[in-house]
Nanobody, 127 residues
C-alpha cells in the first residue's frame, strides 16, 4: 500500500512560483497513475493535474493550464507540481493522489478514481 507525503507549500506573493513534491513509499511507484488536487476554504476539492504511470501522458484543468507543470521521477518515487504565475485564487491545500494502473497510460481526473491520498500542503498566495 503506497503512502504519500506532500511538501513544498508556503506563502508566496502573487506572480510567484513554488515547486510542490509528493514523495511516495510502500508501493511500486511506476505502477501508479498520479494526480494533484486542491481544496480552498469553503469549496469542494478540485482537480488540478494528472500524470500517467508511464509519465508520458499529462492532463490539466483549464484554470492551471500553461501555468502549472506536473512531472514525476520514477527512479526517486516522487511526483512534482511546478506552479508559476500564482494568483490569490490558487490559495488552497494541495493534495497528491495515486491509483494503481498496470496499463501505464491512464489519466484520472476525478477524486473518486484515486485510492490513495496524502495529507496535503498549504499554498497561500498574497496579493
Amino acid at each position: 500500500q503506497v503512502q504519500l507525503v506532500e511538501s513544498g507549500g508556503g506563502l508566496v506573493q502573487a506572480g510567484g512560483s513554488l515547486r510542490l513534491s509528493c514523495a511516495t513509499s510502500g508501493g511500486t511507484f511506476k505502477r501508479y497513475a498520479m494526480g494533484w488536487f486542491r481544496q480552498a476554504p469553503g469549496k469542494e476539492r478540485e482537480f488540478v493535474a494528472a500524470i500517467s504511470a508511464s509519465g508520458f501522458n499529462t492532463y490539466y484543468s483549464d484554470s492551471v493550464k500553461g501555468r502549472f507543470t506536473i512531472s514525476r521521477d520514477n527512479a526517486n518515487n516522487t511526483m512534482y507540481l511546478q506552479v508559476n504565475s500564482l494568483s490569490p485564487e490558487d490559495t488552497a491545500v494541495y493534495y497528491c493522489a495515486a491509483q494503481l494502473d498496470y496499463y501505464g497510460g491512464t489519466l484520472f481526473a476525478r477524486a473518486n478514481e484515486y485510492g490513495y491520498w496524502g495529507q496535503g500542503t498549504q499554498v497561500t498566495v498574497s496579493s
